[in-house]
């Protein structure tokens, strides 16, 4: 719990308390080639489940142009490793500190690994600020706006584990933050030069550390995640 209160890290709601190949994508957030956005394909995000089973989490699948080939089960993408859409949020403080975050061992891609992101994946119509929004809100309980959201960019993202267009943003907020929905197993606000150090010392997912890093710490944070 050292420094998780200073961070604005509410300690009682975190889990056990008492309570690859990247490339350059298009320039914008609505730039051509890019998939989804309001209106883009129906709202199918959630399918129903069969003989009363829980409802099914459906994401699209992307060609290599960024355009929607069909939509399937979460499941069904990560088993393929079939291409998709994705957000990730970097979360700063006013100081320029980075929310950095251990992730649940019951996550179903790089368990119990560090993220400097918050985010996931992008369901079956859903807007990519819509999904950016609501990944801050359930994962570390900030209610942002989109105008709060500073775009930094998109980038695909393939490597043995997944398939991926992303897109980054970053967010102020000094907090307080909540970890409600058991994605989370610690965190804490680190300066750069402490981020740089736990990327070469630490087990992080490998997207962010490719594709996010470097934007964050330059050649330093390419070095790390290498």
Known sequence: RQGIEGAGIDPDALPGSHGATIGQGPAGPDAPGACGGSGAVRDQRRGPGKNGAPMVELVEVLAA????????????????????????????????????????????????????????????????????????????GVEADEEDLRYLGECPYVDSDVDELARIWTVT??????????????????????????????????????????????????????
């Open 65 to 140: 142009d960024g355009s929607v080939e069909r939509v399937v089960p979460r499941e069904e993408m990560r088993a393929g490793r079939l291409r998709h859409r994705c957000t990730f949020v970097v979360v700063r403080s006013t100081a320029g500190e980075v929310l950095v975050h251990r992730r649940s061992d019951r996550k179903d891609l790089w368990p119990g690994r560090w993220d400097l992101c918050v985010g996931g994946v992008v369901t079956a119509g859903e807007d990519w600020v819509a999904a950016a929004l609501r990944e801050l809100a359930e994962e570390v």
């Open 173 to 226: 907020h000094d907090g307080p933050f909540e970890f409600t929905d058991g994605e989370v197993l610690e965190a804490r606000m680190v300066d750069l030069a402490e981020l740089a150090d736990m990327l070469a010392s630490q087990s992080f997912v490998a997207d962010s550390a490719v594709i996010v890093a470097p934007m964050l710490l330059g050649n330093r944070g390419a070095d790390a995640a290498d």
